[in-house]
């Protein structure tokens, strides 16, 4: 079956940096997307990544490693308004987008 | 402003009742799907729309019926309406369903119990 893991909750500090790991299993490989979703309003676009490597959009970095099955969302120089849930979707071979359940972010003072 | 809309905000419904929810995008996007959004799941595919005319089934369709008469709108019907339905809906659009830089837009989103 295909599958999207990354971890149900995270806490980071105000100013920090943060990691949000995704790993996944799926029946093919079409792009990996990151969206943020602010607690009752819909997913927000951040990152797509297609091929290797690390996609860099001012504070936001996303990673893929294909071969891995592995991605990341990296977060620096954390604001209180990045408390969200982040989620992670990759989409498949028929060019569905299959989603985890997301990666609710704390942020701390 | 451009974008998605759905209609409406929030419903309370009784079991076996009809309810339609609505979707309306004015992005002239191609591909619109409908999601619903369960506390610890993912967001699951009901239905999906590549163009208009066309419909296919998600991961999760039973129960749920759609339309795709023209290009901006995209209603979802629930014939009887069940408590495990319950859940948060979510209408997207996006401007192609094959491209690889595709990337899907969602509505607000419509907040379904069913009693």
Known sequence: GQN???????TATEGAIVQINCTYQTSGFNGLFWYQQHAGEAPTFLSYNVLDGLEEKGRFSSFLSRSKGYSYLLLKEL???????????VRDSNYQLIWGAGTKLIIKP | IAGITQAPTSQILAAGRRM?????????????????????????????SNTAGTTGKGE?????SVS??????FPLTLASA???QTSVYFCASS???????DTQYF???TRLTVL
């Open chain 2, 82 to 84: 069940v408590p495990s």
């Open chain 2, 20 to 48: 339609t929810l609505r979707c309306t995008q004015d992005m002239r996007h191609n591909a619109m799907y409908w999601y619903r959004q369960d506390l610890g799941l993912g967001l699951r595919l009901i239905h999906y």
């Open chain 2, 95 to 101: 401007d192609s369903a094959g491209s690889h830089a």
């Open chain 1, 4 to 10: 999207i893991d990354q971890p149900t909750e995270m």
């Open chain 2, 107 to 109: 509505g607000p989103g």
């Open chain 1, 79 to 89: 604001q209180m308004k990045d408390s969200a849930s982040y989620l992670c979707a």
């Open chain 2, 68 to 73: 795709r008469a023209n290009t901006d709108d």
């Open chain 2, 60 to 64: 999760v369709p039973d129960g749920y």
